[in-house]
């Protein structure tokens, strides 16, 4: 028996055909690298990777830290795994070990991958990451790369697996920061070829650069919540190439309705004030389950399903519980309410990856099949 008030529901299924059309639309050459980082925002890396390792035809997986690329790792994942930030020196060593592909960002922290994997006999596999405008991790163009390069030139204990950097704002369409970052980086990609290194892997563009700057796209783009759902700013017709169907929603049910008269108000510091006869639902989800509160006293989308019909429409949502506003809704009493959840908001949920397992009053269900 469920004894959760709400459920977040992964369709892995979706998920996969979200990736073959991303990747349709930017063409065979380019490859998509999904990042999973933070336990693929909290909706359960394992389970997803193994996924999308059966049901498409990805290679490389991208993460934030070694212990969620060894996890990984745990769960039979045999792709190439990247770890994106900088890591300390004491996780060089199982990183190796485990055939973790290390982001580096300074000749200093090559040298010491360069060392641990001289002590294991191993070749490690490292990513070179561009500093374009940032201002985080990675090498300038210049004399900070050939530094890089010369030190990792003729090192049989290393192979450079790839190269790549990252958008201030790649949301932003023709935005004048990313065509001067992708410049830089075009500069350093002409730098080390004329160093005499080759490079298979060349990505820059993310999920929201991913879907108009063509230019950027080269062989690979790092795409992370548009696996679950279309953030675009112009999203693409369904079935179209690039188009993304909602693959993760948030689910629970209303346990109240009431019928709100005009001036009548609802909710903590009379939030909301209703202009019209106005039915109002209590749903049974709040902050602790993950409700942002900083949707609090704002008209918030949902879709609201009633038995088999959708409508769509605003929520206003109070201090501690989310009431949406059912006046255009047919009557009935049990009535379940879903919405698309933002990568982030399963953080929240103090889930596992498993439906009605974890600390909060959320639970997580993945459907596989």
């Given at each position: ?82 770890v994106l930030a900088g890591v300390p020196e004491e996780l060089i060593a199982p990183a190796v070990e485990k055939d973790i592909q290390l982001t580096v960002y300074s000749a200093a922290f ?49 192979k450079i697996k790839g190269v790549y950097s990252h958008f201030i704002d790649g949301e932003m369409m023709g935005s004048p920061l990313a065509l001067a970052q992708f410049s830089r980086f ?29 230019e950027a796209l080269l062989d690979g783009m790092r795409i992370g919540r548009r696996l679950y759902m279309d953030s675009q700013r112009q999203p693409r017709p369904a079935g179209t190439p ?128």
């Amino acid at each position: 028996m469920d004894l959760y008030n709400s459920y977040v529901e992964i369709d892995c299924e979706r998920i996969c055909m979200n990736i073959r059309s991303i990747h349709a639309q930017a063409g065979a050459l380019t490859e998509v690298i999904p990042v999973l980082k933070c336990d693929a925002y909290g909706l359960g890396a394992g389970v997803i990777a193994r996924e999308i390792a059966r049901g498409t035809d990805v290679r490389t997986f991208a993460v934030a830290q070694v212990g969620e690329a060894a996890a990984l790792r745990d769960e039979g994942i045999r792709q190439e795994i990247l770890v994106l930030a900088g890591v300390p020196e004491e996780l060089i060593a199982p990183a190796v070990e485990k055939d973790i592909q290390l982001t580096v960002y300074s000749a200093a922290f090559a040298s010491s991958v360069i060392r641990e994997a001289q002590r294991q006999g191993k070749r490690a596999g490292i990513q070179i990451k561009i500093e374009t405008g940032l201002n985080r991790l990675g090498v300038r163009p210049g004399e900070e790369l050939a530094e890089l390069l010369a030190l990792l030139k003729g090192q049989s204990c290393v192979k450079i697996k790839g190269v790549y950097s990252h958008f201030i704002d790649g949301e932003m369409m023709g935005s004048p920061l990313a065509l001067a970052q992708f410049s830089r980086f075009e500069q350093a990609l002409l730098q080390i070829k004329n160093a005499g290194l080759e490079v298979p892997l060349r990505h820059m563009c993310n999920s929201g650069a991913s879907d108009w700057y063509r230019e950027a796209l080269l062989d690979g783009m790092r795409i992370g919540r548009r696996l679950y759902m279309d953030s675009q700013r112009q999203p693409r017709p369904a079935g179209t190439p690039g188009a993304v169907e909602e693959a993760a929603s948030w689910r629970t049910r209303i346990v109240n309705l009431r019928l709100v008269q005009p001036g009548e108000t609802v909710g903590y510091d009379e939030a909301f004030r209703a202009t019209a006869p106005t039915m109002v639902a209590v749903v049974a989800v709040g902050y602790g389950d993950g409700l942002d509160e900083r949707l609090a006293g704002t008209q918030a989308p949902v879709a609201r399903r009633v038995r088999n019909q959708i409508a769509k429409g605003p929520a206003h949502v109070g201090p501690r519980i989310a009431q949406p506003d059912l006046s255009a809704v047919p009557g009935g009493l049990q009535r379940e309410v879903h919405a698309a959840v933002l990568p982030g908001i399963a953080q929240f949920l103090g889930c596992d990856g498993h439906r009605a397992e974890g600390s909060g009053q959320t639970g997580l269900e993945a459907f596989c099949e």
